[in-house]
Nanobody, 124 residues
Framework: QVQLVESGGGSVQAGGSLRLSCAVS????????VAWFRQAPGREREGVAA???????SYSDSVKGRFTISQDNAKNTLYLQMNSLKPEDTAMYYC??????????????????WGQGTQVTVSS
């Protein structure tokens, strides 16, 4: 069974930084893309960043220049470095896996495996 476990969330002041981690286990047969999504109460789940097996990346406009997605294949771990955090970044953050090629890298429906999420709270 494929499992994704997020960690690294917490509370931080505006302008601060956090690094989220996502540990993948269960040996998925293939991973074309891994991504980070976030969702705040009453809001639609939003694609934040994605990275493909070829190293290509995609970011939402709201986080470009502030967030960086990366992966350590040897450790089966995905990261999201978040800098210059804003209160608007407050949300539950999820990592996800797409087992095949996808057309829209930041569309939630393209991803088949999800973690349980880690909470990020940014205060003014």
């Amino acid at each position: 069974q494929v499992q994704l476990v997020e960690s690294g969330g917490g509370s931080v002041q505006a302008g601060g930084s956090l690094r989220l981690s996502c540990a993948v286990s269960g040996s998925p047969s293939s991973i074309y893309y891994v991504a980070w999504f976030r969702q705040a109460p009453g809001r639609e789940r939003e694609g934040v960043a994605a990275i493909g097996s070829d190293g290509s990346t995609s970011y939402s406009d709201s986080v470009k220049g502030r967030f960086t997605i990366s992966q350590d294949n040897a450790k089966n771990t995905l990261y999201l470095q978040m800098n210059s955090l804003k209160p608007e970044d407050t949300a539950m953050y999820y990592c996800a896996i797409a087992p095949s090629w996808v057309r829209r890298l930041l569309a939630a429906y393209e991803y088949g495996y999800w973690g349980q999420g880690t909470q990020v709270t940014v205060s003014s």
